[in-house]
Each structure stands twice: as C-alpha cells, then as structure tokens.
C-alpha cells in the first residue's frame, strides 16, 4: 500500500559535520509533510514542516526540502550535536475521508563524538 | 502548559485483568490521538477525536476502547488484551486534526 518510507534505517556522522535524512512517499495527495525526534524513552518531538506549495523551509539548524516531482523529502542539520542522536520520523498528512497523519519507518541517528 | 501527560507511564496487565490509560492536556488543543508504537517501529495511528467525537477508528480491535470525556482529557480502555498488544501507547493532541502533534511520553504496556 502506499507509505511514506525512508532510504536507511541507521546514519552515523562525525560530531560536527551536517546529517542528511532522507525519505521517500508515495502519496501525491499529501500536502503536509512533518519531521519528527524521537529520543529513547521519550515520545517524538516535532521539529520542522514543509507544505506542498513550498519547497524549502529553514529553522534553528536544519533544513527540510521537498521535491515533489520526485516524492522525496531531507531534513539537514547543520554541525551535528550528539544531543542530535534519536530516531528520526517524517510524516505525511494523508488527505482521505478524514485527515490523518501517517509515519514513516525512522532513521537512526548517531553522532560520534 | 505546552505538555501531553499520560498515565501511568508503565502498565503490566494479564490477559483477563481491565484497565486504562490517562491522557491530558490544557493546551486548547481540539484534537487528541492515540497512536500505537512497536519497538524500533513508527507510530501507527489508532484513534483520532476531534471536537470530542471519534472522527477516525483505524480498524483497532474492540478490546481498546476510547473514551474522550472533555476536550481536555482522553481515556483508552483495555480489556482482555494479547501478549502482542504490548507496546509503547502515546497520547497526541493539535490544534486542528492532522496539524502539528504534541506528544506525551507514552504508557509502556506489557500484557502477560
């Protein structure tokens, strides 16, 4: 069925260097796209969102950018932290009947200090 | 306050045994969520209340049973659960249905 998915599970970076997160959905319909953290024993935190009419978005340190011809999505940070370590989740909001918000499988993020 | 809290934060139940899971927030916030999550696995969305009526059931067995008894508070029953329904349940809320999600830190469910 349709899903929003990642390209890796798992992602080591060096303290320091920026990290770029990849995912990849399949719904065209989508229209609201949303990054997560999850840090171990925590509940996920939001941290950046895109619309579809947009195709670059900046916060504090990171960077999510969309393609929509492509269906893809990256969150970048910039001089990974090792406070950066969690999973990372993007999430599509799914226009069906009803709206709902479906995530992705997750990255692990390690930061080697 | 910008918090979801749920109680209790660890759950251990047997099969046969009744219980709940506890979800607040003072936040405004109109919608609340339920979502499932698996270890080294996403969230999946189980329930969704907006404006305190179940707007989405996606397809979830009828031993959890939500319950939204004010915007502020959402409430999900388990009754007669499978060693399988063991998982992290966390409790979301936001502004409009499908917008930015808040989090709490998840009940932590072990079924015996």
């Known amino acids: 069925g349709e899903s929003v998915g990642l390209h890796l599970p798992t992602l080591s970076v060096q303290e320091g260097d920026n990290s770029i997160i990849n995912c990849a959905y399949s719904?065209?319909?989508?229209?609201?796209f949303i990054w997560y953290k999850q840090e171990s024993g925590k509940g996920p935190q939001f941290i950046i969102d895109i619309r579809s009419n947009m195709d670059k978005r900046q916060g504090q340190r990171v960077t999510v950018l969309l393609n929509k011809t492509v269906k893809h999505l990256s969150l970048q940070i910039a001089a990974t932290q090792p406070g950066d370590s969690a999973v990372y989740f993007c999430?599509?909001?799914?226009?069906?009947?009803?709206?709902?918000?479906?995530f992705g499988p997750g990255t692990s993020l390690s930061v080697i200090p | 306050d910008t918090e979801v809290t749920q109680t209790p934060k660890h759950l251990v139940m047997g099969m046969t045994n009744k219980k709940s899971l506890k979800c607040e927030q003072h936040m405004g916030h109109r919608a609340m969520y339920w979502y499932k999550q698996k270890a080294k696995k996403p969230p999946e969305l189980m329930f969704v209340?907006?404006?305190?009526?179940?707007?989405i059931n996606e397809s979830v067995p009828s031993r959890f049973s939500p319950e939204c008894p004010n915007s502020s508070l959402l409430n999900l029953h388990l009754h007669a659960l499978q060693p399988e329904d063991s998982a992290l349940y966390l409790c979301a809320s936001s502004y409009w249905e499908a917008g930015e999600l808040f989090f709490g830190e998840g009940s932590r469910l072990t079924v015996l």
């Open positions: 209340y907006s404006y305190e009526k179940l707007s």
């Open positions: 999430a599509e909001k799914r226009a069906t009947s009803y709206d709902k918000v479906i």
């Open positions: 719904n065209s319909a989508s229209d609201y």
